[in-house]
């Protein structure tokens, strides 16, 4: 049974740049969220996908934008981007509805603004 | 404010427990979660509350109290495995957002 697959792994961009990552959930999940987590510091919410919608969103600006796909596989996208954008990006599956309903992450996209 | 504060570090040596306090103040509650995080990896699911109490599980178990604001996560019988980053986390509500605290980071020594 494959977890959550974020890729790619490491990126390197300049600033001004645009990145685009992707995560496939864990199988059987529905529900995608798109987490930044700065060094030593915890995961931070960007938004939320489900049925290829945004249903909730951080405090984040206009400039990350998503999309989720029918197979529930999803993209984070950040356009023109600033140093401050430099992270590990994490996404996280669930399931709506189930018990507990734990967020299952992947390994994360470090990413590298210079 | 909403905030989940605690604590940055602890150090604990090997077969010895550690108790990582956790508190609160969200918008929400539906549920309080504790991930663990080693160096370079993604954070994964230790243990889950939604009622007051202690749910036990293994050599961890977590503390609720709903009307402090307060949970906790004792790691008994440390191994140096256990050296890792926990996370204390609520979901803020049922469609699933979660909001982390900061991690404390446990060093494990022999």
């Known amino acids: 049974d494959a977890g959550v697959t974020q890729s790619p792994t490491h990126l390197i961009k300049t600033r001004g740049q645009q990145v685009t990552l992707r995560c496939s959930p864990k199988?059987?999940?529905?529900?995608v969220s798109w987490y930044q987590q700065a060094l030593g510091q915890g995961p931070q919410f960007i938004f939320q996908?489900?049925?290829?919608?945004?249903?909730q969103r951080g405090n984040f600006p206009d400039r990350f934008s998503g999309h989720q796909f029918p197979n529930y596989s999803s993209e984070l996208n950040v356009n023109a981007l600033l140093l401050g954008d430099s992270a590990l990006y994490l996404c996280?599956?669930?399931?709506?509805?189930?018990?507990?309903?734990?967020?299952?992450f992947g390994e994360g996209s470090r990413l590298t603004v210079l | 404010g909403q905030n989940i504060d605690q604590p940055t570090e602890m150090t604990a040596t090997e077969g010895a427990i550690v108790q990582i306090n956790c508190t609160y103040q969200?918008?929400?509650?539906?549920?309080l979660f504790w991930y663990q995080q080693h160096a370079g990896e993604a954070p994964t699911f230790l243990s889950y509350?939604?009622?007051?109490g202690l749910e036990e599980k293994g050599r961890f178990s977590s503390f609720l109290s709903r009307s402090k604001g307060y949970s906790y996560l004792l790691l008994k019988e440390l191994q140096m495995k256990d050296s890792a980053s926990y996370l204390c986390?609520?979901?803020?509500?049922?469609?699933?957002?979660?909001?982390f605290g900061a991690g404390t980071q446990v060093v494990v020594t022999p």
């Open positions: 969200t918008s929400g509650f539906n549920g």
């Open positions: 199988s059987g999940h529905d529900t």
């Open positions: 509350n939604v009622l007051d």
């Open positions: 996280a599956s669930s399931l709506q509805g189930a018990n507990t309903g734990e967020l299952f």
């Open positions: 986390a609520v979901r803020t509500d049922s469609w699933g957002k979660f909001q």
């Open positions: 996908y489900y049925e290829e919608e945004e249903r």
